[in-house]
Each structure stands twice: as C-alpha cells, then as structure tokens.
C-alpha cells in the first residue's frame, strides 16, 4: 500500500528546488500522525506532529507543531491500543477542520520528510477533501525507502533499530506523532550523512536513493 501511495506521488509532483540544491542549505519539516486506522478513506487524524529540520540539517528537539485532533468518529480499540490516544484524550480538542490553516501553513514552502510519509500525505489529502479544502502535496522524503537504498531491511526495523544501525542515538517518545517525527527528521540526518560522505548529500542524491542503492 506504500509503494502505491509513493508511485502516485511521483506522478504527481512538480519538484521546485533544484536537483544540485545541498541538503544542508534546505529548510525542511518531519512529520507524523496518529490516526484511527491504516485504511485511508475511511481513517482519521487524532493527532499531529512537525518537527523543524533547519539549514545544516540542525534537527529542532522540540515539535514545531504537536496537536491532539478530535476526528468526530469513534477512535477503535485497536488504534488506541498502539498510540494510547481514545476519546477521552480527544474531548475538547479541536477538529481538523479547526486546525487546517495552521498545519497546512507549516508544510508551506518546506521539504516534508516523514517515515512512509505516503501513508501521512495520503490521510492529509483524504481529510481535505472531507472538509472540501484546497490541498497541493508538498515535495517529500520518505525515510523508509532512503533506508531501504542504504540495504537495510526496512520491512522488519522500526525507527528506534535503524537509527540504531546508523549509529545514531534513539530521541523521542513512542508510539506518539512527536516522538515519531523526531525519530524520523533524525533518521533523515542521519542518511544525509552518509550522502555526505559519498559527495551525494543533494535533494537529487535524496530523491534517488529513495529508488534505489546509489551506484
């Protein structure tokens, strides 16, 4: 179901930042959600996190951006059973509807790196169309397949082992979006050091290991 989300975001991209562009002089943003589910049309956001990638690829430790959603639906046992997020945590919270410019406003103009970050711009999408506001994807990163290009075996390491792998000590409380995006925008450093060290830590060097081992 990644690899779906991930082709149709390619189709549907129109990268702006030059391929030659350095990592470091990018600004960009890490992102998670916790939602109701994994089936995109029918889950919905409880929860959002950004975490600040800065120019030197200076990770922000603190969310740039943490929010509790209330999805107006109820939140099945099963999701609250991974993120520990259930309806009395939601109550009082605003909707998405509430939070849209806010969130939509901290992607502006960014990067958005995220960890099967199809799966989080796909709910965005499916979200705006539910309260019939405008949505243009951002260009992205995924972590996993920059891992996946580096042959690591993303499909049986989570965050917490591959940053390990990569040398890079495990921040962040999890199973939460912020903790999640944190790990993520660290995995993402963490890779562009290896791209560093290869002369290939460019968005085009980015993009092309998420297709594959750099020749």
Do not use: C, N, Y
Request: charged residues 25%.
């Amino acid at each position: 179901i990644f690899d779906r989300f991930l082709a149709a975001r390619r189709r549907r991209q129109r990268p702006r930042t030059p391929a030659h562009m350095p990592l470091e002089a990018l600004e960009m943003v890490a992102i998670d959600s916790e939602t109701t589910g994994l089936e995109v049309r029918s889950a919905r956001i409880v929860s959002f996190a950004f975490i600040s990638i800065a120019t030197g690829l200076d990770v922000e430790p603190h969310p740039k951006l943490d929010l509790l959603v209330d999805p107006r639906v109820p939140i099945p046992a099963g999701a609250t059973a991974i993120h520990g997020i259930d309806a009395g945590r939601v109550a009082g919270a605003p909707s998405i509807a509430d939070v849209w410019d806010e969130l939509t406003a901290a992607l502006a103009d960014r990067i958005v790196v995220g960890h099967h970050i199809g799966f989080d711009l796909a709910i965005l999408a499916a979200e705006a169309r539910r309260i019939r506001q405008p949505w243009q994807e951002p260009a992205s990163l995924d972590t996993a397949a920059m891992a996946a290009g580096l042959g690591l075996p993303v499909d049986r390491l989570d965050l917490v082992d591959l940053l390990v792998r990569l040398g890079a000590r495990p921040r962040g409380e999890r199973p939460t979006a912020a903790g999640d995006a944190l790990m993520a925008a660290d995995l993402f450093v963490a890779i562009a050091h290896r791209l560093r060290s290869q002369q290939r830590a460019t968005l085009g060097g980015a993009v092309g290991l998420q297709r594959g081992p750099l020749a």
